[in-house]
């Protein structure tokens, strides 16, 4: 703990899905005394406010607008990574200056103590998720749709109200019995098409035979 309160001390924590990430901290965090309502950056929430894209999850938004899928996807360390890497390349590509707007970031005081964490222990760094080579790579230039316009941050992210989940779940529902509706139709479809192809093949064998037996 007297690690984590130095690295977020005087930070703004960037995550993708804060809102989700948020109860984890808070959960760890606040019994170790350290206060609540930390600086924080969403990357999804920004990604839907500034880009017009399909998917925001963090794999196919980094997909979509690089090329590449990140690596040590659903790993802590992977995912950390390529959030990162989401932001840079955000800044880097936005038609505009990007600007914070959340609460200015606090210094911490160090909370807990052991032989462990004690100032002056060399950090033991994970290993990277796969090997760099050849320095930093280059940042992405992406081929993306930015918005003429940003959206509310409102509208961008959160949990759902009870009517908003309603309207989702009857939306979910609707597409299940659609696409079961498809498939039972391809299904007969396909048996019958299955059926027909099969008479045919019986009457050309039929004639076939029949030119056989006219030959002996």
Known sequence: MPRVSQLLSGAVVVCHNLDFEERFLTAELVPAGLPRGLSGLCTLRALRSQLDLPRYSLPRATHLLSGEWPTGQHTALGDARACARLLVEMIANAPGELRYTGPEPRLLRAVGSSAEDAPGEPVRWKPRTTPLTGGLAPLNTWNARWRRSELDAALCGGAFRDTD???????????????????AAAAVTGGIAATAAGGLLLRLAGVHGGHRGRAR
Not at 165 to 183: D, I, K, P
């Open 165 to 183: 989940r309603e309207v989702a779940e009857s939306a979910a529902r609707r597409g299940a019995r659609l696409r079961r509706r498809v498939a």
